[in-house]
């Protein structure tokens, strides 16, 4: 089999793509809400259900630097997934392209063109327009170079008429796709 190897430093070794994005709502302590599109995540535990989100911590060249809602989750130990259709792709990447460490003033949810929506049990904001949103607690953090893998233990989930009914199902074709670009 023809392969190519790569190693750290070599072009291209850190490409992983594609995989699923979803967008993570969360609020600092003052309440300010923010939005961050994340890439990195999973369903990692079956019993209780985990998930796992990869937070930027650490300023390391020009893509890496501590989120702002790192920090609202850090302040809070609260925070929400939730989760696209294709529909909402000019939202998440407005989301993950605008930082409230850069621009404080920015509201995400105006940017974006989301609206807000009070949870069930967190103080974060669900985000209306994601036909699933998963509230969670920090249930356990891993400590990584450049990333924290947060571990959050689901305390509420929404799930949409849509997706109940059957009339939107949430399969890889038509999750949202995360491009290299
Ligand atoms: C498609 C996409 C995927 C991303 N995935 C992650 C991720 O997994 N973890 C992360 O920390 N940032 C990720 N980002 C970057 C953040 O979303 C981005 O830096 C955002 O502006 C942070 O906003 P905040 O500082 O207000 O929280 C991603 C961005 C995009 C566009």
């Known amino acids: 089999m023809d392969r190519q190897i790569a190693f750290p430093g070599d072009p291209g070794f850190a490409s992983f793509y594609p995989g699923s994005v979803v967008m993570v709502s969360a609020v600092d302590a003052a309440g300010k809400a923010d939005i961050c599109t994340v890439g990195a995540w999973a369903l990692v535990n079956g019993a209780p259900r985990l998930f796992g989100i990869a937070m930027c911590t650490t300023t390391h060249g ?49 940017l974006s063109g989301l609206t807000p929506a009070v949870a069930a049990v967190v103080n974060a904001p669900l985000i209306a327009e994601c036909p699933v949103s998963i509230e969670c607690r920090v249930h356990s953090r891993l400590a990584l170079p450049t990333h924290d893998w947060i571990v959050g233990e689901p305390v509420a989930v929404h799930t949409a008429d849509r997706v109940a009914s059957g009339d939107l199902t949430l399969t890889w074709e038509n999750a949202p796709a995360l491009s290299e670009s």
């Open 62 to 110: 020009a893509s890496y630097w501590k989120r702002y809602t790192t920090t609202c989750i850090d302040e809070t130990g609260e925070f929400v997934i939730n989760i696209p259709d294709l529909s909402l792709r000019d939202a998440w990447m407005a989301c993950g392209s605008v930082s409230l460490v850069r621009e404080p003033e920015a509201d995400k949810f105006a």
